[in-house]
C-alpha cells in the first residue's frame, strides 16, 4: 500500500521556523516529481512548492518564495518543506503529493497529482 505520511506540523509565532517531512512507503518516488500543498479553513487547497526527482530544480508560490525551501532524500524516500520566517496566513494544513507521470513536471494543480498524504497542521500565532 502506497502511503505518504506528513510530520514536523506544529504551533509556532510569526517570525518562527517549521521543517515538514513527507515520508512515502510503498513505493520509491526517487523518479517522480513532489509537492507541497496546504490548505486554510474556508479555502481551497492551494500550491506550495514542488521539486524535481533529483532535488536540482524547484518552484514556488510567490506567497512563500525566499521564506521556504523544498528539498529530498531519495535514500530515505523523504521530502521535506524547510518554512522560515512563518506568519499567521501561513496557518493551514500541509500536504505533500507525488506526481508519478513526471520526472520533473513543475505540476501546480492537485489534478496533475496522484498520491497525496493525510496532512498535518501548522498553526502560527501573531
Known amino acids: 500500500q502506497v502511503q505518504l505520511v506528513e510530520s514536523g506540523g506544529g504551533l509556532v509565532q510569526a517570525g518562527g521556523s517549521l521543517r515538514l517531512s513527507c515520508a512515502a512507503s510503498?513505493?520509491?518516488?526517487?523518479?517522480?516529481?513532489m509537492g507541497w500543498f496546504r490548505q486554510a479553513p474556508g479555502r481551497e487547497r492551494e500550491f506550495v512548492a514542488t521539486?524535481?526527482?533529483?532535488?536540482?530544480?524547484?518552484y514556488y508560490a510567490d506567497s512563500v518564495k525566499g521564506r521556504f525551501t523544498i528539498s529530498r532524500d531519495n535514500a530515505k524516500n523523504t521530502v521535506y518543506l524547510q518554512m522560515n520566517t512563518l506568519k499567521p496566513e501561513d496557518t493551514a494544513v500541509y500536504y505533500c503529493?507525488?506526481?508519478?507521470?513526471?520526472?520533473?513536471?513543475?505540476?501546480?494543480?492537485?489534478?496533475?497529482?496522484?498520491?497525496w498524504g493525510q496532512g498535518t497542521q501548522v498553526t502560527v500565532s501573531s
Open positions: 503529493a507525488a506526481d508519478i507521470h513526471a520526472a520533473w513536471s513543475r505540476a501546480l494543480s492537485l489534478e496533475e497529482y496522484d498520491y
Open positions: 510503498g513505493r520509491t518516488f526517487s523518479s517522480d516529481t
Open positions: 521539486i524535481n526527482w533529483s532535488g536540482k530544480s524547484t
